[in-house]
Structures are given as structure tokens and as C-alpha cells.
């Protein structure tokens, strides 16, 4: 894992290629980006956001989770809507317009909104999702699908990991 592979394919899977700048100018390879901090982030990569800094470790920790090697059960789950904790931003955004919420899928560019955060992070949660999507409050009938859809999807998730 070089630092290119790391600044411009890794940083798009989990969905912050705003950041591959900074990730190059300071070659960050696989090496490096094992043993990144927060700390490190923020002051050395300029990363102040700190759901940024979440997204980023959490895509560090599924790679150590699968070995490094996510391409396998990537490939399992691109057309079906299943493993979403291996799926890229790319992914997500993908299953949004697949569950009929097209016209909020764009706002999921450059959010940090990958698998990993959606099945790790326990702070993520329907309302998370709904305000990265930019579904407003009013529009209930909009995030009680969201809901119905996170729940079949993430409940999978959870069956898949404890059993693997």
C-alpha cells in the first residue's frame, strides 16, 4: 500500500478524497496510516472535523479487521444489498438511490459516510444518516424509510460479522 494507493483509491473508498492533498504531500502509505492518531490527523494532516477523523479511523480499523484484504468481500456484496461494513462511499450512495432516496444521494460526496462507520461507529444512527443525507426533520415519512431500510440492512450486517 503506497502512499498513491493510500491518497487517491483509499481515501475515495472511504469517501474523503478532499483530503488526498495533504495524505500525498505527506506520503502516507499503509505503513503510516496504521498507526495514524486523531492526534496525528488533526495536526499533522490538518483534519479538523471530527467525524472526518472517525470515518478515517474506522476505514483503518476494517482494514486491519480483514487483514487488509476487503476486495474479496467486496466483490460478494456489490449488487446485493448485503456486508455493507466492507462497502465504500461509492456503496452507500449507491444503496441510497437503491431504496428510492435518490435526490438526497448526492449529499453523501465527500462526507466520510462509508460501511465501516455505518455497522462500527455506535453514535451513527438513523437521525446521523438522515442529517448527512439532508433529509429535513419535517419530512417523516422520508427518514421513517430511512429507518425501515437502515434496520433490514445493518441488522444483516450485524448476523454477518458475529459470523465471520
Known amino acids: 500500500m503506497d502512499h498513491h494507493w493510500v491518497a487517491k483509491a483509499w481515501l475515495s473508498d472511504v469517501g474523503l478524497p478532499q483530503y488526498s492533498q495533504a495524505f500525498h504531500t505527506h506520503l502516507v502509505d499503509g505503513r503510516m496510516l496504521n498507526s495514524l492518531t486523531r492526534r496525528d490527523l488533526e495536526r499533522h494532516l490538518n483534519i479538523t472535523k471530527k467525524f472526518h477523523q472517525v470515518s478515517l479511523l474506522l476505514g483503518i480499523e476494517l482494514l486491519h479487521l480483514l487483514n ?97
Open 68 to 164: 487488509f484484504d476487503k476486495e474479496a468481500r467486496r466483490i460478494q456484496c456489490e449488487h446485493q444489498n448485503v456486508d455493507p461494513l466492507v462497502w465504500t462511499s461509492h456503496r452507500v450512495i449507491k444503496w441510497i438511490r437503491d431504496i428510492d432516496l435518490k435526490e438526497f444521494a448526492e449529499s453523501l460526496l465527500n462526507s466520510g459516510v462509508h460501511g465501516a462507520v455505518m455497522v462500527l461507529d455506535p453514535t451513527f444512527n438513523t437521525d446521523t444518516m438522515a442529517t448527512a443525507l439532508g433529509i429535513p426533520s419535517s419530512k417523516q415519512m422520508v427518514r421513517r424509510h430511512l429507518v425501515e431500510e437502515m434496520k433490514t440492512l445493518i441488522g444483516t450486517a450485524s448476523l454477518h460479522c458475529s459470523s465471520t
